[in-house]
């Protein structure tokens, strides 16, 4: 497939969404809700194991039961029949909700936390913004997430997503996969908020502080 494959055609064609029954409501796969450059898909992948797992692989995922609609909300969502199969490198964001995580114990829950370090962040991915917590290895900063990895996806929790200031999605969605590829700016900020932490009135009682770092 194509990188380009989803991106909207200009001119005539561009309105062109396929049409006929869909699927939405078949249960096998993992939900998934994944927006590209010009396009929102929400269907199922037809994976097992986590869906991160499944996109850092980097090969075309099978989908079923899909529906799509522009991101700019011109047009309502459509079933789209012909869409069988997705590349992770056409996805720049993929929100993910609880439904579409595995069933974890408490026990692996803090496993998979432990040694790691969370910091509120702000990614700029065009034409979303990402506001959220991510976790990452002692020694590792927010700024590593422009780097080149064998992760192509990360995941950013308790997150919300934007487009020209407007929510994409649910007020919060448990994660938010943000592909690595397409971002262009990352910051520390308060995620209530989304901006950057203001520096307190009054003078350092010396050492390094928090505010200071995230300059």
């Known amino acids: 497939m194509p990188f380009d494959f989803l991106k909207r055609k200009k001119g005539p064609e561009a309105s ?10 078949e249960p096998e796969g993992m939900p998934f ?10 269907g199922r992948m037809l994976i097992t194991g986590r869906l991160s797992d499944a996109l850092n692989r980097r090969e075309p995922i099978a989908i079923t039961g899909v529906d799509w609609a522009p991101i700019d909300g ?18 720049i964001i993929v929100l993910v909700g609880d439904d579409s995580l595995p069933e974890m114990t ?17 990614l700029e991915v065009p034409p979303y913004r990402v506001v959220g917590t991510v976790l990452l290895h002692p020694g590792s900063e927010p700024e590593s997430l422009m780097q080149r990895s064998s992760e192509m996806f990360v995941a950013i929790i308790d997150a919300t997503a934007t487009m020209d200031g407007k929510p994409v999605g649910t007020a919060e969605t448990a994660a938010i996969l943000v592909n690595r590829q397409y971002v262009r700016g ?11 932490h203001q520096k307190l009135p009054g003078s350092s009682m010396g050492g390094t502080n928090w505010s200071d770092r995230a300059r």
């Open 106 to 122: 408490d026990d692996e829950r803090t496993a998979h936390k432990v040694h790691k370090v969370s910091y509120e962040v702000a």
């Open 16 to 25: 062109a969404i396929p049409s006929g029954p869909g699927t939405a409501n």
């Open 74 to 91: 011109s047009e309502p969502f459509a079933p789209a029949p012909g869409l069988k199969s997705v590349d992770p490198y056409d996805l």
């Open 33 to 42: 809700d994944g927006l590209t450059e010009d396009w929102r898909l929400v």
């Open 186 to 196: 990352v910051e520390q900020v308060d995620v209530r908020t989304g901006e950057r």
